[in-house]
């Protein structure tokens, strides 16, 4: 028996927000896999979810694929921000 805890349902909450996309480990393709059926299941039931990346929408493409790019950043269910200025990471 594993001592894990199992992962809560994602497709539960009305928001949920998904940081720092791009920054997570692909392996094998689980990951992307699972986040392309859980954004599925969210728009399914109408549900937002919001994300935030330091990749640009063609890294976003070329990372994930353009059929769960084309979900994610769908005009007609996305509102794009791009946020501009200096790197507040590198004055630390």
Not at 34 to 61: M, P, V
């Amino acid at each position: 028996m594993s001592s894990r805890q199992p992962l809560p349902d994602f497709t539960l909450p009305d928001l949920l927000v998904l940081d720092d996309l791009g920054a997570e480990p692909m392996l094998n393709n689980i990951t992307r896999e699972q986040l392309s059926n859980l954004l599925d299941a969210r728009q399914r039931k109408g549900l937002a979810t919001a994300f935030s990346s330091n990749f640009t929408r063609e890294q976003i493409i070329e990372e994930y694929g353009e059929r769960f790019a084309f979900r994610l950043l769908s005009p007609r269910s996305t509102l794009t921000l791009e946020l501009l200025g200096d790197n507040l990471r590198t004055r630390l």
